[in-house]
């Protein structure tokens, strides 16, 4: 009799350890991704954004599990995006490079599409993803100490769409995602803008250019401090 309660004795204990690990492994996820460094601002308002081109640093994705908990390295397990290519690029290693194109404020994601533990195990299956804020400085000709004279050309977004536009001479680069960019030039200097429309969205026109609202790019001649709005719908 003893050595029969013994074998089931040690049955139950048996099944009680396979069902902890389960548990332990069914447990054991990732919960969130933290983006290191959290935010990156890139140039400043003295250079011309053309000059930030080429500017990198290596981002790094921290992932936190739980069950037991723990908190680990995972940068290149991560799929990395940046929502703005105008302005940033980011490699499948999380290298983040200047485009040196437009200027405002980039949304960079770093994405696990399979939810697994410390250990490897297979969890929930969940998508967890962590973000970092990359913002390019819009450049004005003022600050730095060195500054620069000249008259300020003002360029304005209107419209729900989303674009770009760069001026020659250069100076003036940004995207809609920025409002309000502006940069100086020399008296009586001709401006050309061209605006590019990004996505899905479409060129919809200039106001206060000497070119036609409808064409593009725009011209305007800066006699003055000048200000010109362009419109993506």
């Given at each position: 009799?003893?050595?029969?309660?013994?074998?089931?004795?040690?049955?139950?204990?048996?099944?009680?350890?396979?069902?902890?690990?389960?548990?332990?492994?069914?447990?054991?996820?990732?919960?969130?991704?933290?983006?290191?460094?959290?935010?990156?601002?890139?140039?400043?308002?003295?250079?011309?954004?053309?000059?930030?081109?080429?500017?990198?640093?290596?981002?790094?994705?921290?992932?936190?599990?739980?069950?037991?908990?723990?908190?680990?390295?995972?940068?290149?397990?991560?799929?990395?995006?940046?929502?703005?290519?105008?302005?940033?690029?980011?490699?499948?290693?999380?290298?983040?490079?200047?485009?040196?194109?437009?200027?405002?404020?980039?949304?960079?994601?770093?994405?696990?599409?399979?939810?697994?533990?410390?250990?490897?195990?297979?969890?929930s299956g969940a998508v967890v993803t962590g973000?970092?804020?990359?913002?390019?400085?819009?450049?004005?000709?003022?600050?730095?100490?060195?500054?620069?004279?000249?008259?300020?050309?003002?360029?304005?977004?209107?419209?729900?769409?989303?674009?770009?536009?760069?001026?020659?001479?250069?100076?003036?680069?940004?995207?809609?995602?920025?409002?309000?960019?502006?940069?100086?030039?020399?008296?009586?200097?001709?401006?050309?803008?061209?605006?590019?429309?990004?996505?899905?969205?479409?060129?919809?026109?200039?106001?206060?250019?000497?070119?036609?609202?409808?064409?593009?790019?725009?011209?305007?001649?800066?006699?003055?401090?000048?200000?010109?709005?362009?419109?993506?719908?």
């Open positions: 009799m003893n050595g029969k309660w013994l074998s089931m004795m040690v049955l139950v204990a048996a099944a009680g350890m396979l069902l902890g690990l389960n548990s332990c492994a069914h447990g054991q996820q990732l919960v969130s991704i933290e983006v290191q460094p959290t935010v990156e601002n890139v140039g400043a308002t003295n250079i011309p954004v053309s000059d930030d081109h080429g500017f990198q640093v290596q981002l790094r994705a921290l992932g936190t599990y739980i069950h037991p908990p723990v908190t680990k390295d995972i940068t290149n397990q991560v799929t990395w995006e940046s929502n703005t290519i105008q302005m940033f690029t980011v490699d499948s290693t999380g290298m983040l490079t200047a485009t040196g194109d437009a200027c405002g404020g980039t949304l960079v994601s770093a994405t696990a599409n399979t939810n697994t533990s410390d250990g490897g195990l297979n969890s973000y970092m804020t990359a913002n390019v400085i819009c450049y004005t000709g003022t600050g730095g100490g060195g500054g620069g004279g000249g008259l300020a050309l003002t360029l304005t977004f209107g419209g729900l769409g989303a674009g770009t536009v760069s001026s020659s001479p250069s100076g003036l680069s940004c995207a809609s995602s920025a409002g309000v960019c502006a940069a100086l030039f020399p008296a009586n200097t001709v401006v050309t803008l061209t605006a590019t429309p990004t996505g899905a969205s479409s060129f919809g026109g200039w106001s206060n250019c000497s070119t036609p609202a409808s064409t593009n790019p725009c011209m305007v001649t800066v006699s003055s401090d000048q200000a010109v709005v362009v419109t993506f719908d």
